[in-house]
């Protein structure tokens, strides 16, 4: 029951001011990493050929000196608004540098990346990263962890939630025994801190998501969807690289079908990084269709 609740509470963040079928609609995104080098070179043009593309929702990974790919907030909300857009995630670094002991309260730098995420209309604020001098002792990951849970206190002012995103090494780490990735859920409040999986990330450090989606359901809020291939000479994450959906060694239909029916998992967000003999927005466009054909 209590995991049931967590991911009513997740699609009513969500989904707020949108009718089921809508809701529906809106949970395919596109993590604008993928097209990283165009938005560099030509940011609206991008968003515009994503738009075409079919995609509805985007995940920026782009946020400076109070700009979203060099537009202040209100600006880039029209932007995408424009292109009917919408942006209910994002990635912003919260890091030790954000969070004052002495007043026991978040610099403005980080009040300020707050409210411009609920500006631009987003419903999670997500930390893709936890510093390394965070994971070496039990007592200071904990109490960053707490750091955490005040995070989405603060989020939920502006109607958000805060959350993290995982890369390889919470899998690869222990604290006093423990995999980081598991103190990091046994340590949060899920009721302000959602999870985004990206299922890809940890494949090559023993990560497997069906797994963690069975012991933590209703957790995952958020997923970074995404396939993987291995590389014959190493390299990449562990020795992976990202590829086309379906074409690598994940059972991607499988976890993103877990995620939805038991993961919690409202916002599905694509991510591909790496793209072979293709360029980005041919692969963001397969992997596209290859979602909508699963019924996303």
């Known amino acids: 029951m209590k995991n049931g609740a967590l991911a009513i509470a997740a699609t009513t963040v969500l989904s707020r001011t949108v009718s ?33 593309v079919g995609y509805k929702n985007v995940e920026h990974a782009n946020y400076v000196d109070r700009k979203f790919y060099g537009q202040r907030a209100a600006q880039f909300k029209k932007s995408l608004d424009d292109l009917g857009l919408s942006m209910p995630s ?19 730098e ?7 995420a609920a500006t631009v209309g987003q419903r999670f604020v997500i930390s893709p990263w936890l510093d390394e001098s965070l994971r070496n002792n039990m007592d200071d990951f904990k109490r960053y962890m707490e750091v955490f849970n005040k995070c989405g206190e603060l989020c939920k002012k502006s109607g958000m939630k805060f959350g993290y995103h995982n890369h390889n090494f919470e899998f690869s780490t222990q604290i006093d025994g423990k995999r980081l990735y ?13 999870q985004q999986m990206d299922i890809g990330n940890m494949y090559g450090a023993g990560g497997r998501a069906l797994e963690l989606i069975k012991q933590y359901p209703g957790r995952f809020v958020s997923m970074h969807v995404k396939d993987e291939i291995k590389l014959p000479n190493g390299g990449g994450m562990d020795g992976y690289e990202s590829t086309v959906l379906g074409k690598g060694v994940l059972p991607v239909k499988e976890i993103v079908d877990a995620g939805k029916s038991s993961g919690g998992t409202v916002l599905f967000h694509v991510e591909q990084e790496s793209y072979q003999d293709q360029t980005a927005l041919a692969a963001v466009k397969e992997d596209f269709d290859i979602m909508k054909k699963w019924g996303y």
């Open 20 to 52: 089921a079928g809508e809701e529906e609609k809106q949970r395919l995104g596109l993590q604008l990493y993928s097209v990283r080098a165009d938005m560099l070179i030509n940011p609206l043009g991008t968003l515009k050929k994503v738009a075409a």
């Open 90 to 108: 994002g990635h912003t670094v919260m890091g030790k540098q954000h969070w004052d002991e002495s007043k026991n309260d978040f610099t403005d």
């Open 110 to 116: 980080w009040k300020y990346t707050v409210e411009d």
């Open 182 to 194: 598991d103190l990091i859920l046994d340590s949060t409040n899920p009721e302000l801190v959602i």
